[in-house]
């Protein structure tokens, strides 16, 4: 499969994010194009994963259509041709492109967490809290949380390292209201989403939502949502307790990378070909199991 690390088209290029290519679609509209690109500990990778954009593409639609009765989505009904009219153009990002609502995105990352891992884990030994949430005591890796925890964070620039945030430091950035309303909606996506995947086989150990408002000050639900970027995704048959459980996301990655003693500064390493090839097989399973009809 042929790999896109950066999309060219004929409309006016806006911003290069660490995945998505956004693009001047009109005064009401945007165009997303999910490239292969990789980012780890907030670098781009200067690998592609062969196939991710498509996975990732495909995964959030089928999030966005299943969650879209609690909150609003940035999806539009506009159809691809209506922006790339050209049939050759448009093969270039087919099955990884969409048509958004342009709105104002607000500037925190809204995470929620089910179980005690990655920067929570480590904040926890040391610390015995999660952004500043005190938890029990004597909680191992992997736990399952007493409840889900909201645990925002900022949104940094490519290359900058997003960081952890409070509740009242979310309060601060997005208003009071604006900022419950964030953590109500975010929490009832996490347990609507865990309750489904656990009927898959899955536990969603934490994952990250975006959003923004429109004109009218309404949440919407943007960029992605419960991929395996921006989520963990644990198979429930080998998860235990104590330990990092094999996954169907990024983890893999991060955890090569973590033995080969980088600062985790850029330029970041390369990934040998078995580690891409990896990658792309646990994409390719997520997408299967969480997404395809029951049988």
């Known amino acids: ?6 999309s060219r088209l004929s409309l006016p290029l806006l911003h290069r994010g660490k995945v998505r290519d956004l693009y001047d679609a009109g005064p009401e509209h945007l ?3 999910t490239t292969d690109r990789l980012s780890a500990f907030d670098c781009v990778l200067p690998d592609p994963i062969p196939g991710k954009g498509r996975i990732l593409n495909a995964m959030a639609r089928f999030w966005f259509e299943r969650l879209r009765g609690v909150v609003a ?3 539009s009904e506009r159809p691809l041709a209506s922006v790339l009219p050209d049939p050759v153009e448009r093969a270039t990002v087919a099955e990884r492109a969409v048509v958004v609502r342009r709105l104002q995105p607000l500037p925190i990352e809204a ?3 089910g179980y005690l891992a990655g920067s929570g884990w480590k904040e926890y030994r040391q610390t015995g809290r999660v952004c500043g949430i005190p938890l029990p005591a004597g909680l191992n890796e992997a736990d399952r949380l007493p409840e889900p925890l909201f645990t925002p964070s900022t949104k940094a620039a490519v290359g900058a390292h997003d960081e952890n945030i409070d509740f009242p430091a979310a309060e601060a950035l997005l208003g009071a209201d604006l900022a419950r309303t964030v953590r109500e909606v975010s929490l009832r996506l996490y347990s609507e989403a865990a309750t489904y995947a656990a009927s898959r086989g899955v536990i969603i150990a934490d994952t990250k939502f975006e959003f923004a408002v429109d004109a009218h000050g ?3 639900l943007i960029d992605e949502v419960l991929t395996p970027d921006s989520s963990r995704f644990w198979p429930e048959a080998s998860y235990r ?4 459980p094999p996954s169907f996301d990024k983890q893999y990655v991060r955890d090569y990378l973590e033995t080969l003693g980088w600062d985790k500064r850029p330029p970041a390493p390369s990934l040998p070909a078995e580690i891409v090839a990896q990658t792309v097989a646990r994409y ?3 997408l299967r199991v969480l997404t395809a009809p029951a049988a």
């Open 1 to 6: 499969m042929e790999a896109l690390y950066e």
């Open 31 to 33: 165009l997303v194009v």
């Open 73 to 75: 989505n940035h999806l």
């Open 111 to 113: 995470i929620v967490r």
């Open 218 to 220: 309404t949440l919407v």
């Open 241 to 244: 307790p104590g330990m990092s």
């Open 284 to 286: 390719e399973e997520a």
